[in-house]
């Protein structure tokens, strides 16, 4: 079946350093690919998107780069602020639900 | 634009009661999907609807049901409570069915049942 699988945290950095988060998928069709953010106490907020092959979603810094060859999505930011610190989740949606990876957690230390 | 809302935001329940939860979407957002968030086994789908109508759901027993009004505020039920649905259910709002559309989250609904 369709899944996404996301590397296991946490992921420690301190402040300024870079990021990547990897994110791999499986699915049938073509799917819409997604990462979205969850603070502590919070529902998740999106945080970007790619609809199709080689499409680059960015947002706050942040970039992912839809790849349908090696059918990952992986997530990266150049310098990582303490404020970045969170639970990221990558997901994927062929229809109308989202399939989502077990969540990485992310630490800024200063 | 106001986001997605879900109240109550916390509840605690006994085991063997029932529980409604409610959704009220974005504006213009005419499709509503819930998911289950736990440590254990992460985020799931739980069900989505569109125009009043159930479109999809996920692997979760009949316990678990919802509905949609004319409005597309949502609410799902669960009946017969058991410990393991202690939970965070989130609420999403999608403009329609389409995945390239993204969903947008409410804060969720933290259910503890005792």
């Known amino acids: 079946g369709d899944s996404v699988t996301q590397m296991e945290g946490p992921v420690t950095l301190s402040e300024e350093a870079f990021l990547t988060i990897n994110c791999t998928y499986t699915a049938t069709g073509y799917p819409s690919l997604f990462w979205y953010v969850q603070y502590p106490g919070e529902g998740l907020q999106l945080l970007l998107k790619?609809?199709?092959?080689?499409d680059k979603g960015s947002n706050k810094g942040f970039e992912a780069t839809y790849r349908k060859e090696t059918t990952s999505f992986h997530l990266e930011k150049g310098s990582v602020q303490v404020s970045d610190s969170a639970v990221y989740f990558c997901?994927?949606?062929?229809?109308?639900?989202?399939?989502f990876g077990t969540g990485t957690r992310l630490q800024v230390f200063p | 634009k106001a986001g997605v809302t879900q109240t109550p935001r916390y509840l605690i329940k006994t085991r063997g009661q029932q529980v409604t939860l409610s959704c009220s979407p974005i504006?213009?957002?005419?499709?509503v999907s819930w998911y289950q968030q736990t440590p254990g086994q992460g985020l799931q789908f739980l069900f989505e609807?569109?125009?009043?109508?159930?479109?999809n759901k996920g692997n979760f027993p009949g316990r678990f049901s919802g509905r949609q009004f004319s409005n597309s505020r949502s609410e799902m039920n669960v009946s017969t409570l058991e410990l393991g649905d202690s939970a965070l259910y989130l609420c999403?709002?999608?403009?329609?069915?389409?995945?390239?559309?993204?969903?947008?989250f409410g804060p969720g609904t933290r259910l503890t049942v005792t």
């Open positions: 790619a609809t199709k092959a080689d």
């Open positions: 504006s213009g957002h005419r499709s």
């Open positions: 997901a994927l949606s062929l229809t109308d639900k989202l399939i």
């Open positions: 609807y569109f125009s009043e109508t159930q479109r």
């Open positions: 999403a709002s999608q403009r329609t069915r389409d995945s390239s559309y993204e969903q947008y």
